[in-house]
Structure formats: structure tokens, C-alpha cells
């Protein structure tokens, strides 16, 4: 079984709507979570970090459910320049060897005008 | 600063050829890696360099080794390229691995073997 699980999509919405994403983790020792950001051709990059309490930066939400192990990252107000694939990355320790970031397959996103 | 750089960005080998490909990081960072990204597959996990002088293996390292050659280079080398090694490999660079530390990614090198 993988670490983590997406849907692969793809999501095609028109300019202004709202869009979300889950992501599953399977290994509770998962301890850092993010969506890294991956235009096409391009390589992955940070999006956002996910905090337990959940996090907001501009018009993207993030949240987190360890109980679940569950991650959801939101998109309202959605624009053209939004179109990429995003992954949910998890980093998980494993007892003394130093952990490391454990990526999912990735959601496509498209937004048309 | 330049990040993470990865040479060549494009290469054509013949199956049975070998190569290494070459990245580097001038950010200080502690961890390297090498990925390699195939469609329908996402990003898998070759070899890996916690930290200078050490290298682990990641999911998939068979046809490939690695060599640390100090703290800002981390090379991938193929011995004997075959078919179904055509992929973009992707090096990455973070300050160390027990934290929210962002993982830094190069351009990629897109590789088709003949």
C-alpha cells in the first residue's frame, strides 16, 4: 500500500469556483505534512505547509485530521494560473533512521476561462 | 543563489550506455535526493544522502548507484542504461529531514534511452 493516496483527478472548474482535494496517509508516524505545487514540465514546488490546526494562506486552506489521517487542501476563487498538479507530501520518521518526504501520485487541476 | 542545478537537462542514450547525471546545491543543505517521475507514477524515490559521507536506497534503485562527493554535489550514475530507465530525474536538496524544512527541486533531466 502506498504512504499516500490521492485522487488523481482530473479536475476541470471554471474561473471562480471553489475546488478541494484529499489526500490519505497510511503510517501514523507521520509527522510533517505539505502540498507541493508541480506546473507541467516543471519541477514540484512548496505550496504550503499543514499545520494541525489548520492553515490559511490567501485564497488556499489547508487541514489536517491525524485521527483520519486525512489532508485536504481548499482552492476558492480559482484562476487560470491555478492549472498544475498538486501533491500531497507527507514526511514520516522511522525510529532512528532520519526521515523523509513520501509523495503522492498527484491531483490535476484545470481551470478554464 | 542558484538553488539546485542539475546538468544536462536533456539526454538520448543507447540502451547498454552509461552516464551519470550531475546536481548540486548551494544552499547549505544536508539531504540530497534523487527522483525519477514517470506518467501515472509520481515522484519515486532512488537514493538518498541524509548527510555528507552517507547514501540509503530509496524505492526503486536498482540499475542506478550515487555517489556524495561532498556536501553540495550529489550525482546519480547509470552503468547500463536500458529502456525502461526513460524518465525525468529530479535531484532535490533540504536542510535536514526532522522538520517542516521545504524540500528544494532542480530543473530536472529528461532522459530517453534508445
Known amino acids: 500500500r502506498k504512504e499516500v493516496e490521492q485522487d488523481p483527478g482530473p479536475f476541470n472548474v471554471p474561473e471562480g469556483a471553489t475546488v478541494a482535494f484529499n489526500c490519505t496517509y497510511s503510517?501514523?508516524?507521520?509527522?510533517?505534512f505539505f502540498w507541493y505545487r508541480q506546473d507541467c514540465r516543471k519541477e514540484p514546488k512548496l505550496l504550503m505547509s499543514?499545520?494541525?490546526s489548520g492553515n490559511e494562506d490567501g485564497r488556499f486552506t489547508a487541514q489536517l485530521n491525524r485521527a483520519s489521517q486525512y489532508i485536504s487542501l481548499l482552492i476558492r476563487d480559482s484562476k487560470l494560473s491555478d492549472s498544475a498538479t498538486y501533491l500531497c507530501?507527507?514526511?514520516?520518521?522511522?525510529?532512528?533512521?532520519?526521515?523523509?518526504?513520501?509523495f503522492g501520485r498527484g491531483t490535476q487541476l484545470t481551470v478554464w476561462p | 543563489n542558484a538553488g539546485v542545478t542539475q546538468t544536462p537537462k536533456f539526454q538520448v542514450l543507447k540502451t547498454g550506455q552509461s552516464m551519470t547525471l550531475q546536481c548540486a546545491q548551494d544552499?547549505?543543505?544536508?539531504?540530497m535526493y534523487w527522483y525519477r517521475q514517470d506518467p501515472g507514477m509520481g515522484l519515486r524515490l532512488i537514493y538518498y544522502?541524509?548527510?555528507?559521507?552517507?547514501?540509503d536506497k530509496g524505492e526503486v534503485p536498482n540499475g542506478y548507484n550515487v555517489s556524495r562527493l561532498n556536501k553540495r554535489e550529489f550525482s546519480l550514475r547509470l552503468e547500463s542504461a536500458a529502456p525502461s530507465q526513460t524518465s525525468v530525474y529530479f535531484c532535490?536538496?533540504?536542510?535536514?529531514?526532522?522538520?517542516?524544512?521545504?524540500?528544494?527541486f532542480g530543473p530536472g533531466t529528461r532522459l530517453t534511452v534508445l
Open positions: 532535490a536538496s533540504r536542510e535536514d529531514s526532522l522538520s517542516y524544512n521545504e524540500q528544494f
Open positions: 503510517n501514523s508516524a507521520s509527522q510533517s
Open positions: 499543514v499545520y494541525s
Open positions: 507530501v507527507v514526511n514520516i520518521n522511522r525510529g532512528s533512521t532520519l526521515g523523509r518526504l513520501y
Open positions: 544552499m547549505n543543505h544536508n539531504s
Open positions: 544522502s541524509a548527510s555528507e559521507g552517507t547514501t
